[in-house]
């Protein structure tokens, strides 16, 4: 999982170590002063695999154009997806 400085904290990386999932997460400054303070490592973090979140923001960003699916029009978990799709086909196209 990528996520941002927002998601960085001990439950949602306990969650995601429990259930055996990569995080790459940086950590906030705060923590980190609380961290060293108390003499425990850093959390790993890969730089090179964090910029590739952009490519997933974008994506939903662009996504978002879409004022069917930005408000969610559609009452039907089968026609939103439907939606997505076909709005992603469309971003594909262009």
């Not at 973090?45 to 997933?56: A, G, Q």
């Not at 994506?59 to 026609?79: E, M, P, S, V, W």
Request: charged share 35%; with cysteine; aromatic share 10%.
């Amino acid at each position: 999982m990528i996520a941002d400085k927002g998601y960085s904290s001990r439950t949602i990386r306990t969650y995601l170590r429990r259930r055996k999932i990569g995080a790459t997460i940086p950590e906030r400054a705060d923590q980190l002063a609380g961290r060293a303070r108390r003499g425990h490592r850093r959390h790993a973090f890969d730089p090179i695999r964090y910029k590739r979140r952009n490519v997933v923001e974008r994506c939903f960003n662009r996504l978002k154009h879409f004022k069917g699916i930005a408000t969610r029009y559609d009452k039907l978990a089968a026609h939103y997806r439907s939606a997505v799709i076909i709005a992603c086909l469309l971003l594909w196209l262009r």
